[in-house]
């Protein structure tokens, strides 16, 4: 429980007004960020990852943003139900932004199950870089190296997550995974 605690205090959208003014692609590269955390996780650690994903599966149908909810889900549900918020978010500089829901979603329940496969993961993180046609060249090359995690050596783990954490506090807002991720680099 103390995880679910953790993971509630520390989100970065704690209510729906946070959001107001951001653009899609913003929302988009957030997600991929996060998605990216949670591959590093499942690489890491099964445990973390698999209540993180099963958090997630118990509102499985992306219906609407809930305080209730880690910061992923609420990513996903802002993308999946763009058109409901656009009134938060301007959705008019890129409106192709877009997820292949299925592949999330089963990638997703695999992980709250205990199953993780790295390959089925990257192949679904690849097809969003396609969607997410704004991304920073430096989220790109962290999914490339991200892919091939069990082929990397330790030291380039550590250098891998620092990037990633250097990348979420861009913005200068730290989401739920960001002290997680921390914790891997101490």
Known sequence: MSILQELNESRMYKRLEQITGRDLNDIAERLFEHLLALQIFANIDRGLASKYA???????????????QPDLYNLITLILRKDRYSYVIDTEIDNTVSI??????????????GDFNNNDYSQMMLMLQR?????????????????VWDSLPATEHKTIIRRLLMQMRERGMQSDFYYHLSKFVQ
């Open 54 to 68: 099963g958090t997630i599966m118990r509102q499985q149908q992306f219906d609407g943003f809930r305080t209730s």
């Open 100 to 113: 292949p829901e299925l592949r999330l979603r089963r990638n997703l329940r695999d992980l709250a199950r």
């Open 131 to 147: 969607k997410f046609t704004e991304l920073p060249g430096q989220l790109l090359q962290l999914r490339r190296q991200i892919s």
